[in-house]
């Protein structure tokens, strides 16, 4: 009976995927005498998979046919198996999988799941549901420095907010340290008294010197990891041992003219990993030239929130940003791409979850070096920079 069953469902599958070769065009006719017949791929496969609540299929194109044609018209595939398809190929064999699971809309953090998701890792980033409905998060010493990117409103900063909260939740302030660079004024405040924060900063006169810091630091783990002759600074010695830190900044295209910040963060993404020190950076729109080719080859993880368009898209190596219509949903390429759906975490939910973690802290003074740069807006910003193409 059950294989009764999965043979019908298979024939009706075939005959799904049949229909849209036939709406997409995809197939070669050919006269057999009055009668003209239509030959479509040869699908090979049809899988069911139950646990991954996926259907897939593996077909070849027969010769004549062109490939690019069925890459093509992936958006009638869309059309006859909705939006969640992953369609695949080279020049004749195709797969295409479709995810029966449309990602949840909204996602409300939840601390409890995440920490048991994070719980094998030594620095847990949160990432939110993919499409088979479960968690994703990475290990930043693994997979260090994170670009996230995304037009105004798309969720960037709700992303850093639930990243940053969590790892503040998940390690001691003896184990981690966060240097938070805030261009926008608008979002690292909740964090200000944070014990594991050691500074919230917007003026980039106050970031660049931060960053000097930061210089000085990788400098030191360099010399330490040199004098033990350890690969990792992990490895030194107990009584050296250094926190974990994370130097992350909201919008950094703003401070992009600065070329003494742009030259720190190159080296922190560039050799920061093995010293434990790592960057997260965000922006609202990527532009080659901002990103640098070292610093983007060195961010490895990028989280493409909705993007203005196809360029942006592959600057950031998330194809299918641009086409993102949902808040707080997301393309993550950290080697494999990824859909996922980031945890909705507000800013009044956040200050409770951070509150046990709170201390007085007096408001700091950084010393000022003698070029004071005048604040910066992100007209000024892009005045010289034009679009790749
Ligand atoms: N993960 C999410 N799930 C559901 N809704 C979200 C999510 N993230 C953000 N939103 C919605 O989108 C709005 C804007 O989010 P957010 O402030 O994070 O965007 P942004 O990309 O940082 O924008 P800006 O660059 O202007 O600061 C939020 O107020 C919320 O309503």
């Known amino acids: 009976m059950e294989l009764i069953k999965t043979f019908m469902k298979r024939q009706k599958a ?23 017949l239509k030959i479509f791929p040869r699908i090979h496969q049809v899988n069911f998979d139950k646990k991954a609540k996926t259907t897939f299929y593996i077909f070849t194109l027969v010769n004549g046919m062109d490939p690019k ?4 018209k992936d958006y009638v595939f869309k059309q006859h198996f909705g939006k969640n398809i992953d369609l695949k190929g080279d020049s004749k064999t195709f797969k295409l999988t479709i995810y029966q699971t449309s990602m949840p809309k909204l996602l409300p953090y939840k601390f409890n799941e995440i ?3 994070l719980a094998p890792y030594r620095l847990g980033i949160i990432c939110g549901v993919d499409r088979n409905g479960q968690y994703v998060g990475f290990d930043l010493l693994k997979q260090p420095h994170i670009l996230i990117a995304g037009e105004t409103g798309s969720g960037k900063s709700t992303q850093l907010r639930s990243i940053l909260t969590t790892l503040i939740k998940m390690k001691r302030p003896e184990d981690l340290q966060l240097y938070l660079g805030d261009c926008k004024k608008s979002e690292f405040h909740i964090f200000r008294k944070v014990e594991h924060v ?3 900063l917007s003026n980039p006169v106050e970031i660049r010197s931060m960053l000097k810091h930061i210089k000085k630091e990788l400098d030191e783990r ?16 107990a009584q050296f041992k250094r926190p974990y830190i994370i130097v992350c900044i909201d919008e950094f295209v703003m401070l992009r003219k600065d070329e003494t910040v742009m030259d720190i963060l190159t080296e922190i993404v560039a050799i920061g990993r093995t010293l434990g020190v790592f960057a997260v950076l965000s922006m609202q729109r990527p532009n080659a030239q901002v990103l640098d ?10 989280m493409g929130f909705k993007l203005r368009d196809k360029i942006e898209s592959r600057i950031v190596n998330t194809p299918g940003a641009d086409e993102i219509e949902v808040d707080g949903r997301f393309i993550m390429n950290n080697d494999r791409l990824y859909e996922i759906q980031a945890p909705l975490l507000e800013m009044e939910d956040a200050k409770e979850l951070l509150s046990p973690f709170m201390v007085a802290k007096e408001a700091k ?7 004071i740069a005048p604040d910066l807006t992100e007209k000024d910003v892009f005045l010289d920079v034009t679009d790749e193409t």
């Open 14 to 36: 075939n005959m799904e995927l049949r229909k849209a070769f036939k709406n997409a065009g995809i197939f070669l006719k050919y006269k057999n005498g009055d009668k003209e």
């Open 293 to 302: 080719t070292t610093i983007r080859a060195n961010l490895t993880v990028s």
């Open 222 to 237: 360099s010399d330490l990891t040199e004098a033990f002759e350890v690969s990792h600074i992990d490895h030194i010695p």
């Open 69 to 72: 044609e069925v890459m093509k």
């Open 198 to 200: 050691k500074c919230v």
């Open 365 to 371: 003074k950084v010393e000022e070096p003698a070029d």
């Open 115 to 117: 920490k048991a998701i």
